[in-house]
C-alpha cells in the first residue's frame, strides 16, 4: 500500500474542505489538481480513478489523490452517498514509499535545541479504512462548523485538522490514545441514549471513568463538552427529521430526547441560526 511520508514541521496545510452529497447514479467528473485531495465516505460508496486505478471507498474509507493526476468517477454511486472532501498541501518535500511506519516511536526522528525544533516523520496511508469514525467525522464536524466570526476561525480548522493527521497515523501504527478510547465510549453511549435523559452521572457509570475525566478527554480530543455534543448529536437529527418528516416541533423535541419543545427551539436557533420552522422552510424550498 503506497503511504505519504513527510516530515514536520511543518504540518500539512488545510486549504478548503466541505460536506456533499452524491443521490443514485452520479459520479465525480474529471479532475486534476495541483494540491492533495482527501475524501472521506460517510455513506454509501464512490468509485474514483486515478492514474488508472480503479478504487472503491466504502464507508468509513478514505482516499488521498495526490497533484497531478487526473482523477474522476468511473462508475455511478449504487447508493445515495454522503462524504467529506478537504483539499491541503504539504509545504515540506514528500514522497510516496510503500512501506510505512508501524512503531509510534519511529515518528521522532531527532531532538531539538536551543535553536532547532525536533523533527518527526509521518507516514500515512494514501487509502485506508477509519478504526474510529465516530472521532474522526465529530474532528471534520469542528472544521466546518468552527464559528466563522472570530478572527481565528481558520487558524482553529488547522489545529483540527492537524488532530486528524495525527490520527491517521495512530491508527496506521495501531495505537488510539486512552482519551481517544474515553472519546469513542462518549460518543457511542450518548448517540444511543440520545432520546432518553443523558446525566452526566449515568455516563460516567456507564464508561467507569470521573466526570471531570470524562470532559477533559473530550475537550482535549473533539473540542467541546459532553454535554454539547450531546445537543449537537440532537440539533443534527432534529434537522434530519426537519426534512424528511412532517412531524410536529413538539414532537420531533420529544424524539430527540428534549421533552421541552419551547427550550428546544430556543436551543435549535442558538446552534443553528434558525428556529425549527425556518428550516424546514428552506430545505423544502431546495
Known amino acids: 500500500m503506497s503511504h505519504i511520508q513527510f516530515q514536520v514541521p511543518a504540518f500539512p496545510t488545510l486549504i478548503k474542505g466541505g460536506y456533499a452529497v452524491f443521490e443514485k447514479g452520479k459520479k465525480h467528473f474529471h479532475r486534476t489538481f495541483t494540491v492533495l485531495d482527501l475524501i472521506y465516505v460517510k455513506s454509501g460508496e464512490l ?10 471507498i466504502g464507508k468509513g474509507q478514505y482516499i488521498i489523490l495526490l497533484p497531478g493526476f487526473e482523477h474522476f468517477g468511473h462508475k455511478g454511486c449504487q447508493v445515495k ?52 469514525t465516530s472521532f474522526v467525522e465529530s474532528i471534520f464536524h469542528q472544521i466546518l462548523h468552527v464559528d466563522h466570526q472570530t478572527p481565528d476561525y481558520q ?37 444511543a441514549h440520545y432520546r432518553d435523559e443523558v446525566k452526566m452521572e449515568d455516563l460516567a457509570n456507564a464508561i467507569h471513568f470521573h466526570p471531570d475525566y470524562i470532559t477533559r478527554c473530550m ?23 426537519l426534512a424528511t418528516t412532517d412531524q410536529k416541533i413538539a414532537n420531533i423535541s420529544n424524539e430527540v430526547g428534549i421533552l421541552d419543545s419551547t427550550y428546544f427551539s430556543k ?8 428556529t425549527p420552522i425556518e428550516y424546514r422552510k428552506v430545505i423544502l424550498r431546495r
Not at 47 to 56: F, G, H, V, W
Not at 82 to 102: R, S
Not at 164 to 183: G, R
Open 81 to 132: 452517498s454522503e462524504y467529506y472532501w478537504f483539499h491541503f498541501m504539504i509545504p515540506t518535500n514528500y514522497e510516496i514509499v510503500e512501506e510505512g511506519i508501524t512503531n509510534w516511536a519511529d515518528i521522532h526522528e531527532s531532538e531539538g535545541d536551543y535553536e532547532h525544533p525536533p523533527s518527526y516523520r509521518l507516514s500515512i496511508p494514501c487509502y485506508g479504512e477509519i478504526e474510529n
Open 155 to 191: 487558524l482553529r480548522q488547522q489545529l483540527f485538522f492537524q488532530e486528524f493527521l495525527l490520527h491517521l497515523q495512530k491508527e496506521a501504527c495501531k495505537i488510539p490514545s486512552a482519551a481517544e478510547k474515553v472519546v469513542e465510549e462518549v460518543v457511542a453511549y450518548i448517540q
Open 47 to 56: 468509485y474514483l480513478t486515478e492514474d488508472r486505478i480503479p478504487y472503491s
Open 267 to 274: 436551543l435549535f436557533k442558538k446552534m443553528e441560526g434558525l
Open 219 to 241: 475537550q482535549k480530543i473533539v473540542g467541546e463538552t459532553p454535554n454539547h455534543y450531546l445537543n449537537r448529536y440532537r440539533m443534527n437529527q432534529a434537522k434530519r427529521l
